[in-house]
C-alpha cells in the first residue's frame, strides 16, 4: 500500500517562501512511469494541478505558477519537495501531494493546511 505524507509550515508570512515535503511509503518515487504531483486546493475554489517531477527526474510546471515554483526529489529519502516562493494570501490553501500515472491519480496525501498571513 502506497502512503504520502505532506509536511511543512502551516503558517507563512507575505513574501517569504513556502517549502512542503511529500514523504512516500510503500513505493518508489523512481518507478518506472510514476508521475509524483502537488495540487493545491484553496478556499471556495477547485483543485489545481501545481507541478510535478518524474520517476526520471523530470519536472513540469503550472504555467500560471512556473515562475515561483520549484520541485525537487531526494531519492535516499524517497520524498520530493515542493517550494514556492514570494508567497501572498491567495497561495493559502491545502496542499496535497499525490502519485500519477497514465493520466490517473490513485494515491493521495492527506493533505495540509498553509496560510499566508503576517
Known amino acids: 500500500q502506497v502512503q504520502l505524507q505532506e509536511s511543512g509550515p502551516g503558517l507563512v508570512k507575505p513574501s517569504q517562501t513556502l517549502s512542503l515535503t511529500c514523504s512516500v511509503s510503500?513505493?518508489?518515487?523512481?518507478?518506472?512511469?510514476?508521475?509524483w504531483s502537488w495540487i493545491r486546493q484553496s478556499p471556495g475554489k477547485g483543485l489545481e494541478w501545481m507541478g510535478a517531477?518524474?520517476?526520471?527526474?523530470?519536472?513540469y510546471y503550472s504555467p500560471a505558477l512556473k515562475s515561483r515554483t520549484s520541485i525537487s526529489r531526494d531519492t535516499s529519502k524517497n520524498q520530493f519537495t515542493l517550494t514556492l516562493g514570494s508567497v501572498a494570501p491567495e497561495d493559502t490553501a491545502v496542499y496535497y501531494c499525490?502519485?500519477?500515472?497514465?493520466?490517473?491519480?490513485?494515491?493521495w496525501g492527506q493533505g495540509t493546511l498553509v496560510t499566508v498571513s503576517s
Open positions: 499525490a502519485r500519477e500515472r497514465f493520466n490517473e491519480y490513485d494515491y
Open positions: 517531477i518524474a520517476y526520471s527526474g523530470n519536472t
Open positions: 510503500g513505493g518508489s518515487i523512481t518507478t518506472n512511469f510514476y508521475y
